[in-house]
């Protein structure tokens, strides 16, 4: 079974950089396709971008002189790095499978991140 | 961009009663809508893909429907499980999310 399995720091400083990483089991990250998505307080969703099979990455473009994702494949992990924070960055970070026919058919439970001095 | 609204964003049904949830597109997203189901503390679990096909493993009580920026989710028969938020998502044009059904039973 596909399971992913976000860790990260809860707490980031305004201005800092947001690090986490999403776990990858039963299933090799170098097929499909690989997204952060955002949920901010009062419900509001966003996806952020991926990373597919190949290493190529794709970026909402409201995030895209902030954001990056990168991978290990030999983990079998992915990661999202967000620049310079702010407070209306906090928010339960998920990460997400995508597949071939362009939906998401796998999630992680998501880890919550607050953006605080 | 497009944008996602979803209706109601509170419903609150009986068990057995058919439920019906709403997103709308700010334009026509050619049948790229997903619906997802999240409980309190869950990952987000797909169940319908492109309007109107059912995941692997959901319940056939759950039916999707829709074309042009109107689109649907019916539970047939609510069940007691079945306490959740549901969003829409579309994926015509990048992605963008409904703001979410919060269902409860009466």
């Known amino acids: 079974e596909v399971q992913l399995q976000e860790s990260g720091p809860g707490l980031v400083k305004p201005s800092q950089s947001l690090s986490l990483t999403c776990s990858v089991t039963?299933?090799?990250?170098?097929?499909?396709?690989w997204g952060w998505i955002r949920k901010f307080p009062g419900n509001k969703m966003e996806w952020m971008g991926y990373?597919?099979?190949?290493?190529?990455?794709s970026y909402d473009p409201s995030l895209k002189s902030r954001i990056s994702i990168t991978r290990d494949t030999s983990k079998n992990q992915f990661f999202l790095q967000l620049n310079s924070v702010t407070t209306e960055d906090t928010a339960t970070y998920y990460c997400?499978?995508?597949?071939?026919?362009?939906?998401?058919?796998?999630w992680g439970q998501g880890v919550m991140v607050t953006v605080s001095s | 961009d497009i944008q996602m609204t979803q209706s109601p964003s509170f419903l609150s049904a009986s068990v057995g009663e058919r439920v019906t949830l709403n997103c709308r597109a700010s334009?026509?997203?050619?049948?790229?809508l997903d619906w997802y189901q999240q409980k309190l503390g869950e990952a987000p679990k797909l169940l319908i893909y492109?309007?109107?096909n059912l995941h692997t493993g959901i319940p056939s009580r759950f039916s999707g429907s829709g074309s042009g920026t109107d689109y649907t989710l019916t539970i047939s028969s609510l069940q007691p499980e079945d306490v959740a938020t549901y969003f829409c998502?579309?994926?015509?044009?990048?992605?963008?999310f409904g703001s979410g059904t919060k269902l409860e039973i009466k």
């Open positions: 334009q026509n997203i050619n049948k790229y």
């Open positions: 998502l579309q994926r015509y044009s990048w992605l963008t």
């Open positions: 997400a499978r995508f597949n071939y026919g362009g939906y998401s058919d796998y």
């Open positions: 039963g299933y090799s990250i170098t097929s499909n396709y």
């Open positions: 492109n309007t109107n």
């Open positions: 990373i597919n099979y190949s290493g190529g990455t």
